[in-house]
């Protein structure tokens, strides 16, 4: 089994190869900075069975404050996609963004084992409750590009 997927810019593209170990999805500070939104979503897949394609993927390490360990965070040189990362803690597995395969139906909870992780600064708006606004799709009509 084969997915592919890619970057916002389509410079960077990728192929996953077998079945992923699970989807992390992560409330962690430091992945609600790095995503820049309220948690990250990464497919777990060992490091050998994901392969680039394109442009190289840019990389920063950075020292977890929780851990003390690396983790080696890759993007699209060119528009800045978040493209997974690889951890000191876990040798030899490679996170893909659950937002970036080009189909994404097999990321699934009849599929794959979710997890979510670091719960304790889950932010509250990010679960959809009888509490917030909720609609399928942008609250202006007008940001529609047709009836569709
Ligand atoms: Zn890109
Ligand atoms: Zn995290």
Known sequence: MERSGQCVCGSVR?????????????????????????FGAEVVF????????GLAPASYRHTSDESGRWLEVYFCPRCGSNLGFTLEAVPGVRTVPAGTFDDAAFLNTKHVK?????????????????????????????WRKSAA
């Open 114 to 142: 979710f997890r979510h992780v670091f719960a304790r600064t889950r932010r509250e708006w990010s679960e959809l409750t009888s509490e917030v606004e909720v609609y399928e799709r942008h609250f202006r009509p007008q």
């Open 46 to 53: 060992q490091e050998q069975n994901v392969s680039f394609s």
């Open 14 to 38: 990728y192929i996953c190869v077998g079945e992923p170990e699970r989807v992390t999805i992560c409330h962690c500070l430091w992945c609600q900075r790095r995503t820049g939104t309220a």
